[in-house]
């Protein structure tokens, strides 16, 4: 196989990104797109233009002769079906994520995956950005010695103008923004924990959003649109990943919101471990904060959009701190977008599994999934393990 041939389902946002992405590498070709949307296509035609073919129906896209690959890129409830079907066709899969919105659908995409003869992999990025990999790395070398505890907290200043404008603030659904947004988190969690999760106990609130204005008031025709923070441009909303995207521009503090805008989880480990997780939508600040503790010291790592990592290890029964400053060197999501596609690419021509496989894809979904309905019911909740090969 020379360039990878492959089809994108999903042209909203990030489906327009990882067309610009994987069509500009040497290494693939992005030969067609899908999606039920007309509007959306006629987007990406106005780029592309006969370069690609156009579906609305994924099935039909499956019949190329020449598709290699299959990156899926829908809204989370539409992430199942064409996921299933592109693993039943033969093709190797790049799901976005999460990866699916309830436990039964993560089941059958995992069940797939294992009879599938394609590569599956999960787009969790952030297992590829340099600053998590050092972590891992320190981990892995015992900088710290055994793991025992974790702390993880995302602090979200754009929650509002990225999820309260729109269907998103509904947990109709959105179902969680523990599983929209807090999965990379999650998963880097379980990934540094070393193990997989088995239980969990979460609290959580709507208590910045919503309230009592209309459902149908807009930014647009807001009378406080030259002073509210979260005035948006419909027209033109530009996404952390670069993308400039058309966006409902819904009150945020309307009474349609639903989905929490915090939660707190306590989550225990299969290999004895706990660890803490705190999601914030209304943080000064857009950061994740890490700090892990072991037997032989207490490692803290800080991560922005802006690349600036930090990561320190303090030593017991010493003064002494390591500093490490990994450097940023490009790409969003601190690089691991780029980093995540060559890999993508490079599991594709050696026929290996990817470090963000189909059981870092189920227990972060499920972890998500699990927590919300701990905050529902109250009670802790036992997240069923993963199907069996």
Not at 145 to 155: E, F, P
Not at 224 to 245: L, Q, S, T
């Amino acid at each position: 196989m020379d360039r990878v041939n492959i089809g994108i389902v999903g042209c909203g946002g990030r489906g327009r990104y990882f067309c610009d992405l994987y069509g500009s590498n040497p290494r693939s070709r992005v030969v067609a797109v899908c999606d039920i949307s007309e509007k959306q296509l006629e987007i990406v035609r106005n780029r592309w233009g006969s370069r690609l073919k156009y579906f609305t129906d994924v099935h039909d896209m499956l019949k190329m002769e020449k598709l290699d690959a299959v990156i899926i890129a829908t809204d989370t409830p539409n992430h199942t079906e064409p996921a299933i079907a592109s693993l039943r066709a033969g093709k190797h899969v790049m799901l976005e994520k999460p990866m699916a919105q309830t436990v039964e659908e993560c089941r059958r995409i995992v069940e797939e995956a294992y009879r599938a003869e394609g590569i599956f992999m999960i787009g969790l990025e952030l297992r590829h950005c340099i600053l998590f990999e050092r972590v891992r790395k320190l981990i892995d070398d015992g900088a710290i010695g055994r793991v025992i505890l974790g702390l993880a907290l995302d602090n979200v200043s754009v929650g509002g103008n990225y999820y309260y404008h729109d269907k998103f603030r509904r947990k109709e659904y959105a179902k969680s923004l523990l599983l929209e947004k807090a999965v990379h988190s999650l998963d880097l969690l379980n990934w540094f924990m070393g193990g997989w999760p088995t239980r969990v106990y979460a609290l959580g609130g709507l208590d910045y959003y919503g309230g009592s204005e209309p459902p149908d008031k807009r930014c647009r025709d807001c009378e406080r649109k030259g002073d509210c923070p979260f005035y948006i441009d419909h027209e033109r909303f530009v996404m952390d990943y670069g993308a400039v995207i058309q966006k409902d521009d819904l009150c945020v503090f309307s009474e349609e919101c639903t989905t929490r805008d915090n939660s707190q989880l306590l989550i225990s480990y299969d290999n004895g471990t706990r660890a803490t997780f705190t999601e914030c939508h209304f943080t000064p600040e857009y950061t994740r904060e890490f700090t892990f503790i072991g037997d032989r010291g207490k490692l803290y790592a800080l991560y922005n959009n802006e690349g600036n990592f930090l990561i320190r290890v303090r030593h017991r029964f010493t003064d002494h701190i390591d500093e490490y400053r990994p450097i940023y060197t490009g790409g969003h999501h601190g690089g691991g977008d780029l980093n995540i596609m060559e890999e993508f690419l490079d599991c594709i021509h050696e026929g290996r599994q990817p470090r963000a496989n189909v059981e870092a894809a189920y227990y972060s979904a499920v972890l998500a999934l699990c927590a919300e309905e701990s905050i529902d019911t109250g009670m802790p909740i036992d997240i069923p393990p993963i199907p069996k090969r």
